[in-house]
């Protein structure tokens, strides 16, 4: 039973483009949640989704970011005209409906030049 | 407003003595806590965890004591080994939801 999976793991992007960060559940999960480390500091919650259903977004910066989980397929982060201050760790984590806990992937390093 | 907070970035303990990690909390409607702990360049992982109707919760050498009155939970592992040394987050939740607030970890360092 494979883990939360996230690709790519390492992603550079110069200021101004776009950055796409993919991230599939563990089998069976069907709740997808995505949280934002920067450099020295905690796990900041971003959005939460459920399949082709955002649940909660109150993390998400109000422009540039964006979130989906279609029906079929991964569920993607998409951060349009990145800046240096978006550089961080996005991890991806998933569960039950219920479940007590989440299962994280290994995450995605953005650097932006 | 940090909901969830570590006051402590870091810590260091010798190996086969006790560690305690702390973690506060503001928010009375939080029902659910949980430790995680990261390794470099991986994701968090999930170590124990303690719903709010208990003031213990103990998983081998690891141990959840929560404090309602003081909104308190602490992390205690013994014996600390070489191999425990990561950031360790204190995450809780809200029962309405799945969403977890974490505080900002504390870096453990156990040396040999």
């Known amino acids: 039973n494979a883990g939360v999976m996230q690709n790519p793991r390492h992603l550079v992007r110069r200021r101004g483009q776009e950055a796409r960060l993919r991230c599939s559940p563990m089998?069976?999960?069907?709740?997808v949640y995505w949280y934002r480390q920067l450099p020295e500091e905690g796990l900041k919650f971003m959005v939460y989704?459920?399949?082709?259903?955002?649940?909660?977004e109150s993390g998400m910066p109000k422009e540039r970011f964006s979130a989906e989980f279609p029906k079929e397929g991964p569920s993607i982060l998409r951060i349009q005209q990145v800046v240096r201050g978006d550089s961080a760790a996005y991890f991806c984590?998933?569960?039950?409906?219920?479940?007590?806990?989440?299962?994280f992937g290994s995450g995605t390093q953005l650097s932006v030049l | 407003d940090q909901q969830v907070k570590q006051n402590s970035p870091s810590l260091s303990v010798q190996e086969g003595r006790i560690s305690i990690l702390n973690c506060d909390y503001t928010?009375?409607?939080?029902?659910?806590f949980l430790w995680y702990k990261k390794y470099p360049a991986e994701g968090p992982t999930f170590l124990i965890s303690i719903s709010s109707i208990k003031d213990k919760n103990e998983d081998g050498r690891f141990t959840v004591f929560l404090n309602k009155s003081a909104k308190h939970l602490s992390l205690h592992i013994v014996p600390s080994q070489p191999g425990d040394s990561a950031v360790y987050f204190c995450?809780?939740?809200?029962?309405?939801?799945?969403?977890?607030?974490f505080g900002g970890g504390t870096r453990l360092m156990v040396k040999p």
């Open positions: 984590a998933s569960s039950t409906t219920g479940a007590d806990k989440l299962f």
């Open positions: 989704l459920q399949k082709e259903n955002i649940i909660d």
């Open positions: 995450a809780a939740r809200i029962n309405a939801g799945n969403m977890l607030t």
């Open positions: 928010n009375s409607m939080f029902d659910y």
């Open positions: 089998k069976g999960h069907s709740h």
